[in-house]
């Protein structure tokens, strides 16, 4: 069933601009009017799951979410639109977004595999609402294709593949039409992204570290002010990122990344546990740790005190040579090419 985290009004908001149904039609059942929405802070999930029936029920046209998604630009997701579309590649890009957009917009879980020389983004329901749920995967899809055009400053047209679950026959021409990537219809199994992998090894021109590692840092003061109530991986990200900037910050000899035991004990979690409630997230602490492995190199990189050593003793590497094999496999190109590129997409942009 659903969390209790509220949702960002700025979904609504949009959804009232446009003319999918009547104000009057989308709130009804909410206890809301129009002029209510402007006071809110955020939106009880109870009120979104109820407008997004409303609007399924009066609009005539099945592909309203993915319009919404259309819609709803990137930075309208605030900090964590600013972190995505300031991530050094594309998959990561995609990766900030999936991890930090439930602290916005709860209700689901995501899985990103490699396939076939794909990466696929799964997204699973949390919520037990099949309405919400497929409304919400449209959009959000919708939303990660938007990302990718904003970062290679094209449409992914054609370049990546969408699988439409569950979609009746009679909605698919209309879906085709508002979705930039290939589509699948397949009769069950999960809504999911496919992103060939030398789109998601690309740099991203807009990449900005700094700017990148302060908005994650927004993103986990949002984690701590809920507390309890925040996912696990959120809060193991947040701890590891300190660790690493911790290993920055000393001067002494950098210490190896916790073991997930000795993670779990800080939690005070059996590693059991603690590894189970991560694969029930659709994770694992190996992927967190290379997650962040990847975010804490990316900044490094851009500056010029750090030698490539130096960054592979603070990442916890045994070697330079196993860093960079690590690296090139995370952004497609080893870290001096990585480095030249940023200096010189930097050097454009200021």
Not at 58 to 83: C, E, M, Q
Not at 253 to 280: F, Y
Not at 292 to 316: C, E, K, M, P, W
Request: proline share 7%; charged share 20%.
């Amino acid at each position: 069933m659903p969390t209790d985290h509220p949702t960002s009004k700025t979904y609504l908001l949009i959804l009232l601009s446009q003319s999918f149904a009547p104000a009057e039609r989308i709130l009804e059942g909410t206890g809301l009017a129009r002029r209510d929405v402007d006071t809110l802070d955020a939106v009880d999930f109870s009120t979104v799951q109820t407008v997004v029936r409303n609007v399924e029920r009066y609009s005539n046209d099945p592909a309203w979410p993915a319009k919404l998604g259309s819609r709803v630009g990137i930075t309208s997701h605030g900090t964590v639109g600013f972190a995505a579309l300031s991530a050094p590649s594309v998959g990561q890009a995609l990766t900030t977004f999936v991890r930090w957009e439930p602290i916005r917009t709860p209700g689901y879980r995501a899985t990103t595999r490699e396939q076939n020389g794909q990466i696929a983004i799964s997204v699973r329901d949390t919520t037990g609402d099949p309405t919400y749920h497929r409304a919400f995967c449209l959009i959000f899809l919708r939303g990660l294709e938007t990302l990718i055009g904003a970062i290679i400053n094209q449409p992914c047209q054609g370049q990546t593949t969408l699988a439409l679950p569950g979609t009746p026959a009679n909605a698919r021409r209309a879906l085709a039409e508002e979705f930039e990537s290939t589509l699948d219809f397949p009769e069950t199994g999960d809504f999911t992204l496919r992103v060939p992998k030398h789109l998601w090894t690309r740099p991203s021109p807009l990449s900005d570290p700094e700017a990148h590692r302060l908005n994650l840092q927004k993103c986990e003061q949002i984690v701590a002010e809920r507390d309890s109530t925040a996912t696990l991986d959120l809060i193991l990200q947040t701890l590891l990122r300190q660790h690493f900037e911790q290993n920055v910050s000393d001067r002494g000899e950098p210490v190896p990344p916790p073991t997930s035991g000795q993670m779990a004990d800080r939690l005070h979690l059996s590693e059991r546990t603690l590894i189970r409630r991560l694969k029930s997230l659709g994770t694992s602490y190996r992927a967190l740790i290379e997650e962040s492995r990847q975010n804490t190199a990316a900044h490094l990189l851009t500056d010029a005190r750090y030698r490539v050593a130096d960054i592979a003793d603070l990442l916890g590497y045994q070697t330079p040579s196993n860093f960079s094999r690590a690296f090139s496999r995370w952004f497609g190109v080893s870290p001096g090419r990585f480095r030249l590129v940023s200096r010189r997409a930097n050097s454009l942009t200021h």
